[in-house]
Structures are given as structure tokens and as C-alpha cells.
Nanobody
Framework: VQLQASGGGLVQAGGSLRLSCSGSGSTFSEYSMGWFRQAPGKEREFVAAISWGGARTDHADSVEGRFTISRDNAKNTVYLQMNSLKPEDTAVYYC?????????????????WGQGTQVTVSS
């Protein structure tokens, strides 16, 4: 599966952005999908994931209650709605997918990766 992320940008603290990730290939609906992020000088970290059918989601503690992941398999797209953004959310956000479950996805070891999209939150 090939992935294309979009929707990043510059926003003030407290604002919102919605990231989108479009996938190619007929297997998109069979993949667990989600997002990681990497801030300058820091390691890549898990942000959110969603199961292939959308029934199960998982969000990092740092974004719980502010970010929401969703997907539309008819459009081969996964979304990340980001509300109440903070300067510490500034990072490059990467879309990823795996044919395995969420637990494997979160480890980041067997994922297909899209290009990143920059999110910058000003204080």
C-alpha cells in the first residue's frame, strides 16, 4: 500500500487541524492504520491507530481527548482530527499502515510509511 499524507500547516495554540492520509491499493481496508510523529531532536512516537474496520482505536496519552482518529474505507482515507493543539504537538506527522493488529502497529516495526506532513503550533 502507498500512502500520501496531507493537511499539515501552521496554527496557533488552541487551534485545530485535520490530517488526511490517502492509500492506494485494494488492501487498504484490510490494514490497521494510524499516525506517528517526530519532533526535532526527538524519537518518533506513536500518536493514534485504528483497526481495519474502524471498530477499535487507540490514542497516545499525550493526545487523548484532543485528537481523534477515524477512517473511511470507501475513500481509502484515514483522518486525524487534532483539536486544542499545543506547541508541544509541533512535529512531522507520518501516516502508516500494517496488515497486522494495533499492538504491532504501535511498535512501528512492520509498517508501511507515507511521507510526513509538518504541523507547527505557535504559542
Amino acid at each position: 500500500v502507498q500512502l500520501q499524507a496531507s493537511g499539515g500547516g501552521l496554527v496557533q495554540a488552541g487551534g485545530s487541524l485535520r490530517l488526511s492520509c490517502s492509500g492506494s491499493g485494494s488492501t487498504f481496508s484490510e490494514y490497521s492504520m494510524g499516525w506517528f510523529r517526530q519532533a526535532p531532536g526527538k524519537e518518533r512516537e506513536f500518536v493514534a491507530a485504528i483497526s481495519w474496520g474502524g471498530a477499535r482505536t487507540d490514542h497516545a496519552d499525550s493526545v487523548e481527548g484532543r485528537f481523534t482518529i477515524s477512517r473511511d474505507n470507501a475513500k481509502n482515507t484515514v483522518y486525524l482530527q487534532m483539536n486544542s493543539l499545543k506547541p508541544e504537538d509541533t512535529a512531522v506527522y507520518y501516516c502508516a499502515g500494517t496488515p497486522y493488529g494495533l499492538d504491532v502497529f504501535k511498535k512501528g516495526e512492520n509498517n508501511y510509511w507515507g511521507q510526513g506532513t509538518q504541523v507547527t503550533v505557535s504559542s
